[in-house]
């Protein structure tokens, strides 16, 4: 489903991405843990076309060469980023944007528009699901949101959008325990056979919650390690010092 080789990105002549392969089969969550600065947010970046990097190699979705497409063709293919640090857009209002972005989708697989109410009610049961107070949808994107709930808005756009590879940029950063364990029931719910997840994360934690099919090791711009769940263990007990064979700084 989602299959990378050989990607080198850089910016301003700096090489960030150093020849990264990764293998994430449909249906499969993965997780990416690596050092600050190792290249897990250039990576999301590099997938989901946003500008200013110089990019070598291939990545495909479902066949797809992602690489090909403009941002926004991206997302339509089904590609979806819950970012590190999520955009406020003053006077965008938040269920203007989603129902915007759910429609623009729809419109590009020749699906009906979804109305203003129908949309109001399908987003009120993710809230609930979400444990989201409504009020979140009538305020602009994330303005004025605390660091939390903007990571629970990134999963409430996950959910709504339903794509079919979701990238998510340490969502699970700076999140109160219970906030925590609803953004984990979040990506349960949204785990199935025809959606893979690729999370980012700097917390074993997250991953006693969501069982992760298997984890990778990104390091100096390359996957440097991968294992099943006990590898979440061993760099807990180790250290990316122990995992890999990263010089001590
Ligand atoms: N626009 C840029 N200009 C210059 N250097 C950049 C730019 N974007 C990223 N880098 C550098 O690339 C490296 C990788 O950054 P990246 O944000 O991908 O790391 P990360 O693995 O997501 O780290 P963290 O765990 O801290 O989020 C860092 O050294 C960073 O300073
Ligand atoms: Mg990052």
Redesign the pocket.
Known sequence: MLRIRDLHAS??G?E?LTGLDLDLPAGEVHAVM??????????SNVLAGRD?YEVRGTATLDGTDLLALEAEDRATAGLFLAF?YPMELPGVGNAYFLRTSLNAIRRAHGLDEVSATDFLSVAREHLTALDMDPAFLSRSVNEGFSGGEKKRNEILQMSMLQPRLAIL??TDSGLDIDALRIVARGIERLRGPDRSMLV?T?YPRLLELVRPDRIHV?DGGRIVRSGGPELANELEADGYVGVTDRIPA
Do not use: F, M, R, V
């Open positions: 910016i301003d700096k960030i690596g050092p600050n600065g190792a290249g897990k947010s250039t990576l200013g590190q940029d340490e980012i700097h990104l």
